[in-house]
């Protein structure tokens, strides 16, 4: 309130001298950036929730995105090695393979 009170003297004293068409257009264009910051301001506070929400959100789909693809990663690696078993078990097929061409 002290603001307002303080204001009202000044403004006074602005138009008590004719203002020039300039100064006016100042001082309208100031207060109408200070109200447009004041309500741009005012929108973000009030979005601001909803966007960090989202932002939440984002981040726990790409953390399930990754573990997803890791466990993918991991079954078919393990698929792989099961493949690979019976190979293993074998010996060294090939070498005998090879040993067969030379003789």
Not at 14 to 20: D, H, Q
Not at 63 to 89: H, S
């Amino acid at each position: 309130m002290e603001t307002v009170q303080q204001l009202i003297p000044l403004a006074k004293e602005v138009l008590a001298p004719k203002p020039r068409g300039k100064l006016v257009r100042l001082y309208v264009l100031g207060s109408v950036l200070a109200l447009l910051g004041a309500v741009l301001g005012l929108v973000e506070a009030v979005c601001s929730p909803f966007a960090a929400a989202r932002r939440l959100r984002d981040e726990e789909a790409a953390v399930a995105e990754l573990r997803d693809a890791r466990e993918r990663q991991a079954r078919r690696a393990g698929a792989l090695r099961e493949k690979d078993k019976p190979r293993e078990a074998l010996g060294s097929g090939r070498a005998l393979s090879h040993r067969q061409h030379a003789s």
